[in-house]
């Protein structure tokens, strides 16, 4: 059972457009991360949102988390060839450990 | 650079082999987590320890199994290998819950 779905699997776009991909979960999570990863590399982290509702801008990036706790997502403005990567989203439960739930991801191209 | 390292980087071996993954934490990070990456079944947790103890759990078979050692590094052993075995194996580590950052993972092919 995937409990996190990120939509759309791939998404190929021209240098300069605006973008939105999403993570949807029928759980709860205590707080949800953003990563991106590039081929050869590990996920580096992009943003944690904790609160419902809360959203948060890394620079050309604005996440937000939904007011139950369940989705998020990522729009991204005027996207540029080094955005070009593979979007994870990953769910955290709370707890003592900090075991995550991570979607299968967005691979987005971004063609100059 | 995530100052996690991992060994080997790309590791061929064949179906029933037994193969162990390294990885060093973070200088200062007492947590250590391994991650499966398929294209099917995409990123995986498989295991935490912490300061040497296990932590938590996740989808990791019984023919898998792992350790930190004292100077916190750890192990992945990976044993009777099938087909189905080959990924990408990252580890991560943390402080402790915090932000965690990613090797560059190992890459493990099953012929």
């Not at chain 1, 139950?68 to 005027?78: E, F, G, M, N, P």
């Given at each position: 059972?995937?409990?996190?779905e990120?939509?759309?699997?791939?998404?190929?776009?021209q240098?300069g457009?605006?973008?939105?991909?999403?993570?949807n979960?029928?759980?709860?999570?205590?707080?949800?991360?953003?990563?991106?990863?590039?081929?050869?590399?590990?996920?580096?982290?992009?943003?944690?949102?904790v609160?419902?509702?809360?959203?948060?801008?890394?620079?050309?990036?604005?996440?937000?988390?939904?007011?139950?706790?369940?989705?998020?997502?990522?729009?991204?403005?005027?996207?540029?060839?080094?955005?070009?990567?593979?979007y994870?989203?990953?769910?955290?439960?709370?707890g003592?450990n900090?075991?995550?739930?991570?979607?299968?991801?967005?691979?987005?191209?971004?063609?100059? | 650079?995530s100052?996690?390292?991992?060994?080997?980087?790309?590791?061929?071996?064949?179906?029933?082999?037994?193969?162990?993954?390294?990885?060093s934490?973070?200088?200062?990070?007492?947590?250590?987590?391994?991650?499966?990456?398929?294209?099917?079944?995409?990123?995986?947790?498989?295991?935490?320890?912490?300061?040497?103890?296990?932590?938590?759990?996740?989808?990791?078979?019984?023919?898998?199994?792992?350790?930190?050692?004292?100077?916190?590094?750890?192990?992945?052993?990976?044993?009777?290998?099938?087909?189905?075995?080959?990924?990408?194996?990252?580890?991560?580590?943390?402080?402790d819950?915090?932000?965690?950052?990613?090797?560059?993972?190992?890459?493990?092919?099953?012929?």
């Amino acid at each position: 059972t995937q409990l996190l779905e990120q939509s759309p699997q791939f998404l190929s776009i021209q240098e300069g457009e605006n973008l939105t991909v999403y993570c949807n979960s029928s759980s709860v999570f205590s707080s949800l991360q953003w990563y991106r990863q590039e081929p050869g590399e590990g996920p580096v982290l992009l943003v944690t949102v904790v609160t419902g509702g809360e959203v948060k801008k890394l620079k050309r990036l604005t996440f937000q988390f939904g007011d139950a706790r369940k989705d998020s997502s990522l729009h991204i403005t005027a996207a540029q060839p080094g955005d070009t990567g593979l979007y994870l989203c990953a769910g955290e439960h709370g707890g003592s450990n900090y075991k995550l739930t991570f979607g299968k991801g967005t691979l987005l191209t971004v063609n100059p | 650079d995530s100052g996690v390292t991992q060994t080997p980087k790309h590791l061929i071996t064949a179906t029933g082999q037994r193969v162990t993954l390294r990885c060093s934490p973070r200088s200062g990070d007492l947590s250590v987590y391994w991650y499966q990456q398929s294209l099917d079944q995409g990123l995986q947790f498989l295991i935490q320890y912490y300061n040497g103890e296990e932590r938590a759990k996740g989808n990791i078979l019984e023919r898998f199994s792992a350790q930190q050692f004292p100077d916190l590094h750890s192990e992945l052993n990976l044993s009777s290998l099938e087909l189905g075995d080959s990924a990408l194996y990252f580890c991560a580590s943390s402080v402790d819950g915090d932000t965690i950052y990613f090797g560059e993972g190992s890459w493990l092919t099953v012929v």
